[in-house]
């Protein structure tokens, strides 16, 4: 939930470690997210936590339209 972007600050740097999510993609999608991954050489999770991190920020920073 989003409310947990907001508690960060008072979360011990001890705590602050990565989170397991799942989540539930259309099949298109999920075809593109393998073959980026293997252009990439990276693995799906690695490039979909990327995408979330970069999405996240934009949103935050009030870019909410999708490029």
């Known amino acids: 939930a989003l409310h947990h972007l907001h508690t ?7 705590k602050r470690t990565s989170q397991r ?5 259309p099949f298109h999608v999920h ?3 393998c073959a980026l991954a293997t252009e990439q ?3 799906h999770s ?4 990327y995408m979330l991190e970069r999405a996240v920020r934009s949103f ?3 870019l909410t339209q999708p490029v």
């Not at 960060?8 to 001890?14: A, F, G, K, S």
């Not at 690695?46 to 936590?49: E, R």
């Open 8 to 14: 960060h600050m008072n979360t011990p740097n001890y």
């Open 31 to 33: 075809e593109r997210i």
């Open 41 to 43: 050489g990276r693995s």
């Open 46 to 49: 690695n490039l979909m936590a």
């Open 60 to 62: 935050s920073l009030g």
């Open 21 to 25: 999510v799942t989540i539930t993609v």
